[in-house]
């Protein structure tokens, strides 16, 4: 019952994260590889970090920000994007210095920052995982058109999941949202996309 449901949400995934692609549209030349590249600015935000200070993302020019939005609790993909994101980084060697990877909860009620701080750092001490308000986070959420539906599962320890789009969101050192890595995208790919806006 339980293989039958993960089936059915990471089906859901797909179907959101297409309706993500249907609304950025697109300029499709690496849609081979997966990649919509939608140059435009990205949403400014201010969001708290698990140390309590403010992470700014106009503040974060000259690098190549990756933002990832889930949820602690997650089963599947979440995790997965992030160890593919950490590995990312291993390949970019020191490259990496100027790439930063930031997880944005969509479920602020469970995601407290002690707990980000430790899933985050379980993939790599350089993640740096994001809260706010329900209210702000919404609107984050609205302003990159992330896609969320929240499933009951009762006699679970999770009470609920939250099946969600499951693009990564690749802001070059400019401040412009570049590309969307979707869920499945080779890290290969990842890894080259990322050098690219490195070298400008």
């Avoid at 708290?48 to 690098?63: T, V």
């Avoid at 950490?86 to 997880?103: D, H, K, M, T």
């Avoid at 992330?146 to 969101?169: D, F, M, N, R």
Wanted: hydrophobic share 40%; glycine share 6%.
């Amino acid at each position: 019952m339980v293989q039958t449901r993960n089936v059915w949400m990471l089906v859901l995934v797909a179907v959101l994260s297409a309706a993500v692609a249907l609304i950025y549209e697109g300029k499709t030349s690496h849609r081979d590889a997966g990649v919509f590249t939608l140059p435009r600015p990205a949403a400014d935000f201010v969001l708290k970090a698990p140390d309590g200070s403010e992470f700014r993302l106009r503040q974060h020019r000259g690098e190549v920000v990756l933002l990832s939005f889930g949820y602690t609790f997650c089963p599947d993909v979440c995790p997965t994007t992030l160890v593919e994101l950490a590995q990312v980084r291993v390949n970019l060697g020191e490259a990496a210095q100027r790439v930063r990877v930031a997880f944005i909860t969509i479920d602020p009620e469970r995601d407290t920052p002690e707990r980000l701080r430790e899933y985050t750092n379980a993939f790599d001490p350089t993640f740096v995982g994001l809260t706010g308000s329900r209210e702000y986070l919404t609107q984050v959420q609205e302003a990159y058109h992330v896609v969320a539906q929240k499933e009951q599962v009762p006699g679970t320890s999770a009470a609920y999941l939250i099946t969600h789009s499951a693009y990564v969101y690749v802001i070059d050192p400019q401040g412009q949202l570049q590309t969307l890595f979707p869920f499945g995208m080779s890290v290969d790919n990842m890894t080259h996309a990322v050098e690219q806006l490195l070298e400008g």
